[in-house]
């Protein structure tokens, strides 16, 4: 004989379906806030020899890596330095610079290229206060299919991304790029490729000035 199942029965089961239903999609938000992160690749040539002609900026220690506690003012803050810098700096190639294929380089005379906007507003933010451990050199695919380089600033709510062909800050999933591959945390000399999951680091507390 077939027993029907009680009611406290029924509503245990049913408990049990929204915990797990709730800790999926929990799990499916982490993953979408935080870019991935695989095993160690190659540096880009180009951070290499940026490195080369500016060693003072490429500190070879390790350190703890952190994350930014997303504020109000920080918020505010980052927001004024990204558009700064994409409404200052003149959008111009490499080739047409320097004559030169590929160079990593800050746009001190005011023209640069994706690469260029992100070395300035990443040096621009670390004089403010900002940990270098929370501001991250990262290649992407754009919405092309072509090479491109961003900012990623590494916080407790999530990686934003700063861009120069895109006025507003974005989480990194709602960019509609491809991530590749970007510095670590740890060690910004060492590059990581973007393709499992990223472990929750400490937070760093925001910039006061």
């Known amino acids: 004989m077939l027993l029907k199942p009680s009611a406290m029965f029924c509503a245990a089961i049913a408990a049990a379906i929204m915990i797990v239903s709730s800790a999926g999609a929990r799990a499916a938000s982490e993953q979408l806030t935080y870019v991935s992160i695989g095993a160690t690749t190659r540096a880009p040539i180009g951070w290499v020899e940026f490195c080369n002609d500016n ?12 994350d930014i506690v997303l504020t109000t003012k920080v918020w505010k803050d980052l927001v004024r330095i990204n558009r700064w810098v994409n409404d200052t700096i003149q959008p111009e190639t490499d080739m047409d610079h320097w004559g030169v294929l590929e160079r990593w380089s800050y746009p001190d005379d005011g023209k640069g290229d994706c690469e260029d906007y992100v070395l300035l507003k990443r040096r621009m933010l670390i004089k403010a206060g900002w940990p270098r451990e929370a501001l991250l050199v990262t290649v992407v695919r754009d919405k092309k299919g072509d090479g491109h380089a961003v900012l990623t600033v590494a916080t407790d709510r999530g990686d934003f991304i700063l861009d120069n062909q895109e006025p507003e800050i974005l989480l990194w999933s709602d960019t509609g790029y491809r991530f ?30």
Do not use: D, H, I, M
């Not at 945390?185 to 499992?196: E, K, M, R």
């Open 55 to 66: 060693p003072k900026e490429c500190p070879q220690n390790s350190v703890e890596p952190r």
């Open 180 to 209: 590749v591959k970007r510095q670590s945390q740890s060690n910004p000399n060492v590059w990581v490729a973007l393709g499992t999951p990223r472990p929750a680091f400490a937070t760093a507390a925001a910039p006061t000035r």
